[in-house]
């Protein structure tokens, strides 16, 4: 029988989701614990990888067993994993479904705040920036739905069999007192750190050091060499995992934990 696990957990102090050599990882840290409770080796399937000190409010593992167990097993496993890590829900699966292939929608929200609070610094990335061009902003993020080969907005391009992904959302927003953003974006599929690349080209459009057609004439040449700069790991969430059988609604909703205004998040689009 196979289950889907659906959890979450916050990156602060991981070396991402999957099982690395220069640090412990959150799969390391559940295959460890579900190894515990079963009394034999375990292992898992993420539905796909989040990097070092970035966050999953939504992510799903995949993991087979010869037979079903007669207790509560997210209890047990909530029991032992640490705070930052826990289990929502354990459902089991007809057939063999997978976590990471079968997945037909990812989400990712980015989180920015604009002065030094001890309380965000690990949440949320600090830019000490005012008046930011949010239009202009929107207008990048915008041009996204455009365009399908994200070439340019890949750490690695090499190391992927191609680089078209498909954006179905991608919106910039701000918090009612202006000291907050957040940028959501949605695709099949996303290239190693292309969220975070994207996120600060769209910083520099709100800055003013980017122009949206420079910004554009990446998506229209891919191949244009270009300055990498991510954007800080500590601001994106992994947010939402859809498949055609499974659409599980959030159980832990940063978008509104985040908002600094009393009037939540607003957009320019």
């Given at each position: 029988m196979r289950y889907f696990f659906h959890i979450g957990y916050l990156g602060t102090n991981y070396h991402g989701w999957?099982?690395?050599?220069?640090?412990?990882?959150?799969?390391?840290?559940?295959?460890a614990c579900l190894s515990q409770v079963f009394k034999k080796p375990?292992?898992?399937?993420?539905?796909?990888?989040t990097d070092a000190q970035v966050h999953a409010s939504q992510f799903f593992f995949h993991m087979d067993a010869d037979e079903p167990w007669d207790f509560d097993l997210v209890f047990r496993m909530n029991n032992i994993l640490p705070d930052d890590?826990?289990?929502?829900?354990?459902?089991?699966?007809?057939?063999?479904?997978?976590?990471?292939?079968?997945?037909?929608?990812?989400?990712?929200d980015y989180f920015i705040h604009t002065y030094k609070d001890p309380f965000l610094s690990n949440f949320s990335s600090m830019y000490l920036v005012k008046d930011w061009d949010v239009s202009n902003m929107q207008r990048a993020a915008g041009l996204l739905l455009n365009y399908t080969d994200y070439h340019a907005f890949c750490k690695m391009p090499g190391r992927n069999e191609h680089t078209i992904c498909n954006i179905s959302e991608a919106t910039i927003f701000i918090d009612s007192t202006g000291d907050r953003l957040r940028f959501h974006i949605s695709a099949n599929r996303f290239l190693g750190r292309m969220v975070r690349i994207i996120t600060g080209k769209l910083m520099e459009i709100g800055t003013g050091k980017l122009s949206v057609?420079?910004?554009?004439?990446?998506?229209?040449?891919?191949?244009?060499?270009?300055?990498?700069?991510?954007?800080y790991p500590q601001g994106l969430y992994l947010s939402k995992i859809k498949y055609p059988y499974?659409?599980?609604?959030?159980?832990?909703?940063?978008?509104?934990?985040l908002a600094g205004g009393a009037n939540g998040w607003v957009t320019n689009s």
């Open positions: 999957q099982k690395h050599p220069d640090g412990i990882s959150v799969q390391q840290v559940l295959e375990t292992y898992i399937t993420g539905c796909g990888r890590i826990s289990v929502f829900d354990i459902i089991p699966m007809e057939g063999l479904p997978h976590a990471r292939f079968d997945a037909t929608e990812r989400s990712y057609d420079e910004f554009e004439a990446h998506l229209i040449n891919p191949q244009l060499l270009q300055l990498i700069k991510p954007a499974l659409d599980l609604p959030l159980r832990s909703d940063f978008t509104q934990m």
